[in-house]
């Protein structure tokens, strides 16, 4: 099987430690992932803003980059949600037959990481050790546009040494929405601090989630308030052995180079 990962430009801006967590995670389980050095953005922040004929050249060059692979990985329910749905608007509205037809063979191969590793590889214990208590926030993307629904909690419960609470209201939106929290961001913050809240509630070390948009929101807020609760995106959790953990006080997880706790 042809894998490709795809990163996301928030995780290569900000958070590249979990695009290197996926890379571990996946070749320890054995599949050889390839990474298209052509990849740019999804297309998502402009087709959920209504720039749908300026996505169009971002959706062409997805298709570029990830033709002839049977499998492309996302750790970002937001990307694989962009891929699996928006990509098909977006090719329509081009009128371009030859894109459409890309976007139906690259759509449905996008899968966010808890999706393939459940449903494509039959894995749900990773071999991961982590021996820290957090809770689990399920993002809208994945919640509501690609029915992720407890493919990450199955693999969670399977890693050594880890406690799982339960997030109460878990199911609402952090409030971060992308341009959302740009042009609403009172609501934003809003919604935002009613997550930190009930985060802090479950007593958790840290929160794990499948987003790092979201984990940014809810971990910025998190931080203002000296909560002590660090974001954790589910990769690096999934990456994470005995061996790794024996070789430092913690992994500074979730977070941006010079943040470490």
């Known amino acids: 099987m042809r894998v490709a990962l795809l990163v996301t430009c928030i995780n290569d801006a900000l958070y590249p430690d979990t695009g290197k967590a996926v890379v571990t995670l996946l070749r320890r389980l054995g599949v050889?992932?390839?990474?298209?050095?052509?990849?740019?953005?999804?297309?998502?922040?402009?087709?959920?803003t209504g720039y749908l004929d300026e996505a169009v050249p971002v959706v062409r060059t997805y298709v570029d980059a990830f033709a002839g692979y049977d499998a492309i990985v996302t750790p970002s329910g937001s990307c694989?949600?962009?891929?699996?749905?928006?990509?098909?608007?977006?090719?329509?509205r081009s009128g371009d037959p030859a894109l459409e037809a890309a976007v139906a063979q690259t759509g449905?191969?996008?899968?966010?990481?808890?999706?393939?590793l459940v449903d494509v590889l039959g894995v749900t214990d990773v071999g991961a050790y982590f021996p820290h208590t957090v809770t689990y926030h399920p993002t809208c993307h994945s919640l509501r546009m690609l029915g992720v629904g407890d493919r990450p909690r199955q693999l969670l419960e399977k890693v050594r040494g880890l406690t799982l609470v339960d997030l109460p209201q878990a199911e609402e939106c952090c409030g971060f929405g992308g341009t959302f929290a740009?042009?609403?961001?009172?609501?934003?913050?809003?919604?935002g601090s009613d997550k930190a809240r009930h985060v802090r509630e479950t007593g958790a070390e840290m929160v794990v989630a499948g987003d790092n948009s979201c984990l940014m929101h809810i971990g910025g807020l998190l931080s203002r308030e000296r909560s002590g609760v660090r974001p954790v995106h589910l990769a690096e959790?999934?990456?994470?052995?005995?061996?790794?953990?024996?070789?430092?006080d913690g992994p500074a997880v979730g977070a941006r180079a010079g943040e470490r706790a």
């Open 80 to 92: 694989a949600g962009s891929a699996r749905h928006q990509h098909s608007i977006v090719a329509r």
């Open 237 to 248: 959790i999934l990456a994470s052995t005995e061996d790794s953990e024996g070789r430092s």
């Open 32 to 48: 050889d992932v390839d990474f298209p050095t052509a990849q740019t953005c999804c297309a998502q922040p402009m087709v959920n």
């Open 108 to 116: 449905p191969r996008t899968h966010e990481l808890s999706e393939f």
């Open 182 to 191: 740009v042009k609403n961001a009172d609501t934003s913050v809003a919604m």
